[in-house]
């Protein structure tokens, strides 16, 4: 059975930091790509990071750009999602996904699995 499991998530003023965690077991994790998403209220999932099996290939939204990194630990089955000069329109719940490829992506449709994801929250 495929998990996914997301922490770190929680409520920060503006201009702080959160590190987001997701734990992975029952997949190939050296070999999945995996990704990081987001959800505000009222609006669609949205991409925000992803990297490739091995950490060489990562790509980023432009408003994150900067701001995030993306990284992962294979010999922890985890990836990890470092958030820096968090503004308010960053609040949303964030959700990894993995998917049984070795590049990444930023389409929703090209991920097989999901955590539940982790609240931010971040005031003004």
């Known amino acids: 059975q495929v998990q996914l499991t997301e922490s770190g998530g929680g409520s920060v003023q503006a201009g702080g930091s959160l590190r987001l965690s997701c734990a992975v077991s029952g997949l190939p994790f050296s070999s999945s790509a995996m990704g990081w998403f987001r959800q505000a209220p009222g609006k669609e999932r949205e991409f925000v990071a992803t990297i490739s099996w091995r950490g060489s290939d990562t790509r980023y939204t432009d408003s994150v750009k900067g701001r995030f990194t993306i990284s992962r630990d294979n010999a922890k089955n985890t990836v990890y999602l470092q958030t820096n000069s968090l503004k308010p329109e960053d609040t949303a719940v964030y959700y990894c996904?993995?998917?049984?490829?070795?590049?990444?992506?930023?389409?929703?449709?090209?991920?097989?699995?999901w955590g539940q994801g982790t609240q931010v929250t971040v005031s003004s």
């Open positions: 996904a993995a998917r049984t490829g070795i590049r990444g992506s930023t389409d929703t449709r090209e991920y097989d699995y």
